[in-house]
């Protein structure tokens, strides 16, 4: 067993939950009448963009909008990989204007941004891992998106089939522990993708159920710190006996919108 890992400085994008709530239900997660409290979201967001800088890695951010309570989940707004941007076309029509806020980060930042023709919901159901991009479909993003990620990233996408509404995003079934590894819960795809995933990664972390609906597959990895759920306790056992680093971050009060720490987090590749 690998003890040893090393961590690579990235460079993310978060959104600021001034605006976070919960006004409609895209989600099995959503409760319109739950409530939120906002001091407490921007206290948890803040302790997320804080960890990320203290692991030595830069932190953008982008303007959040006024009307756009799921913004902060900023993972959605984009895909991208060697500087080639793939922007965002969103399934629900009350999510749909953040691509635009999101395009126009990029603009201003250099890039240009190619805008997916159907749904394609960003870094939630693409995801780089290594030789491949993972691609979720299922409940958001079309498999005709999938085919223009391979096309503009020019890397292969590998298809993969999510089954359960409470994964509606490959992100929170799945994550890239580095260039050579994934975690994920089988139980969220389908049969032949599950074959799909043994083939590409047999040594895969396996995460339960219970570490799943914790949010604990929507962790964000730098190769050696594994920023994470701290409700998924067995994965956080589970990582740290492969040799990463768990950094337990709770964003509890953006579950309730279906969202954790990779949701609120988008990786910026430049070439």
Known sequence: MKTSRVARRRRYLLCEPRHFDVRYAINPWM?????????LALAQWTRLADTYRELGHTVDTVEPVPGLPDMVFAANGAVTLGGRVLGARFHAEERRPEAAAFQAWFKAAGFDVHMPETVSEGEGDLVPAGRWVLAGTGFRTTLTAHHEAQELLGVPTVGLRLTDPYFYHLDTALFAL??????????AFSP??????????????????????????????DGRHVVVAPQAEGLVEQLSAHGYVPVPVDLSELHKAGGGIKCCTQEVRSA
Do not use: H, I, K, Q
Not at 179 to 187: I, L, R
């Open 31 to 39: 409760r319109v009448d739950g409530g939120v409290d906002r001091a």
């Open 192 to 221: 032949g993708s599950r074959e799909v995933l043994r083939g590409l990664f047999p040594d895969a972390l396996l995460a339960t159920r219970e570490d799943a609906l914790a949010f604990g597959l929507n962790s964000v990895s």
């Open 178 to 187: 580095d260039d050579e590894n994934v975690c994920y819960y089988p139980g």
